[in-house]
């Protein structure tokens, strides 16, 4: 990109020792570039001897080198303040894109002026769609939403299918509540209107967090089904899985207090064991399948 020359899009990558993933994620995004479009990454607990190839191999991306990981919605805002874009295209680095998604994305927002956040379609590597686009978290969320037992086993009951709305058939865009993270463009004035992410979440519902906030201020989010991009998930080590699983109980319960009302509060407490039980179960059930994989190995 020449000195002077406007950024339509700055897309922003949080990376935490996913090296492998995250140089899958720029080589497909050789697709987006342009001279308004810029790569910002920053790296948590960077590692010279893996960011140096990787800054040889991709010389127009700006990687932005972390000696500890302060959680991904720090990145993010990190990421954001050393951007120049109109618009942040926030991807992980396990994401890959199959065609330009940076442009049509802001070419939709160009023209939905109203509109704060667009996420695309979310495919898995096996070309299923993810649950990226979805409702506010609720009552009904704890046993009809993305990980439950119910959603697992019966994806098409009425809960299930309120809660995860990308699930549904969908061609055209459609107003939502929140997108997930791993994808989304938000436009930059909004962004900073709201003071960007909530540095308290460390890991997981950061994003859920930006669009309630951003919907507050009359910026609503909308999914766009007709962008899509590939999410390379489910490559984590069981001590990874671990460490997301605290992390995602963690952030639920934080949302909770923050956006609960006085009686949510008062159930605080109660909330509180459920979702430990929940994560108790989570963890005895990782910890069986790792015993499980380990006998099998053998």
Not at 156 to 168: P, S, V, Y
Not at 247 to 272: C, D, E, T
Request: aromatic residues 10%.
């Amino acid at each position: 990109m020449l000195p002077g020359e406007s950024v339509l899009v700055s897309i922003l990558i949080v990376n935490y020792r996913a090296y492998t993933e995250a140089a899958c994620c720029l080589e497909s995004l050789q697709k987006s570039l342009a001279g308004d479009v810029e790569v910002v990454v920053v790296d948590h607990a960077s590692d010279p001897t893996a960011t140096l190839p990787l800054i040889q191999r991709f010389p127009w991306v700006r990687v932005l080198t972390v000696t500890g990981n302060p959680g991904f919605a720090a990145g993010v805002n990190r990421a954001a303040r050393a951007a120049r874009g109109k618009y942040f295209l926030l991807l992980n680095p396990d994401c890959v894109v199959d065609d330009d998604v940076a442009h049509p994305l802001a070419v939709w927002l160009d023209e939905h002026a109203n509109v704060g956040v667009v996420g695309p379609l979310v495919r898995d590597p096996d070309g299923s769609v993810q649950a990226s686009a979805r409702r506010f978290p609720s009552a009904t969320t704890g046993f009809a939403g993305r990980s439950s037992w119910l959603s697992r086993v019966w994806p098409t009951n009425r809960w299930t299918r309120r809660n995860l709305l990308a699930r549904e058939v969908l061609s055209d865009p459609v107003e939502v509540d929140w997108v997930s993270g791993a994808c989304m463009m938000v436009r930059r004035t909004a962004f900073e209107a709201v003071g960007g992410m909530d540095e308290q979440f460390f890991l997981y519902w950061e994003d859920a967090d930006l669009c309630f906030r951003l919907k507050q201020r009359g910026w609503p989010t909308t999914y766009n089904p007709s962008v899509a991009v590939t999410h390379l998930t489910g490559r984590s080590s069981s001590r990874a899985r671990k460490e997301s699983l605290i992390a995602f109980h963690r952030s639920a319960f934080r949302y909770y207090r923050k956006h609960g009302g006085l009686a949510a509060r008062a159930a605080a407490p109660i909330v509180f064991l459920v979702l430990q039980t929940r994560l108790f179960l989570k963890l005895a059930r990782l910890q069986l399948d790792s015993v499980f994989s380990k006998n099998g190995d053998q």
